[in-house]
T-cell receptor, first 113, second 115 residues
């Protein structure tokens, strides 16, 4: 079993829809949670960053972390065709024994105009 | 430059040949990472450099893989005697801090194809 699980999709939604992307994880030592967006043939770019449990909002994007359930989510409101990309969750922690981020496998999102 | 720069962007090589991939991190970033991304897979950690400390090589898949970072800046990832399973996108990232919560800034990768 992978340490971080993420549904690969693809997820296809109409423009304007609310999108929910999720990851589950098994290592309770994870404290820092990030979402990266990756366009085709580009490197991942940081989209959202949260520490520990709670919500964080930035424009149309909201990140949620539920450490008790080991579950994180990214919500995209009023989705646009330009949001079509692969979304990767990533996480790390002080007591994980490693400095590198652990990534999910990514969910491919397609927003249809 | 403004971002992490990787070269070449694409590399096709024959099985058994050696390849070198280059990464130029963001100026002033002390941490540098190499990841590998295979089709449909997540990012697989390869190696991590932080300042003058010994690198964390725990993710290197075999002794055919090695990396160095000269002068705390440019890094080179070398794959010797390439195999077809080495075909992937090799991503380099840098970070301004050494903390485990420091976000990474990625380059656009080198797409390696071994024929």
């Amino acid at each position: 079993q992978k340490e971080v699980e993420q549904d690969p999709g693809p997820l296809s939604v109409p423009e304007g829809a609310i999108v929910s992307l999720n990851c589950t994880y098994s290592n309770s030592a994870f404290q820092y949670f990030m979402w990266y967006r990756q366009y085709s043939r580009k490197g991942p770019e940081l989209l959202m960053y949260t520490y520990s449990s709670g919500n964080k909002e930035d424009g149309r994007f909201t990140a949620q972390v539920d450490k008790s359930s080991k579950y994180i989510s990214l919500f995209i409101r009023d989705s646009q065709p330009s949001d079509s990309a692969t979304y990767l969750c990533a996480m790390s922690g002080q007591d994980t024994g490693r400095r590198a981020l652990t990534f999910g496998s990514g969910t491919r999102l397609q927003v249809q105009p | 430059g403004a971002g992490v720069s990787q070269s070449p962007s694409n590399k096709v090589t024959e099985k058994g040949k050696d390849v070198e991939l280059r990464c130029d991190p963001i100026s002033g970033h002390t941490a540098l990472y190499w990841y590998r991304q295979s089709l449909g897979q997540g990012l697989e950690f390869l190696i991590y450099f932080q300042g003058n400390s010994a690198p964390d090589k725990s993710g290197l898949p075999s002794d055919r893989f090695s990396a160095e970072r000269t002068g705390g800046s440019v890094s080179t990832l070398t794959i010797q005697r390439t195999q077809q399973e080495d075909s992937a996108v090799y991503l380099c990232a840098s970070s301004p801090g050494s903390g485990r919560g420091s976000p990474l800034h990625f380059g656009n990768g080198t797409r390696l194809t071994v024929t």
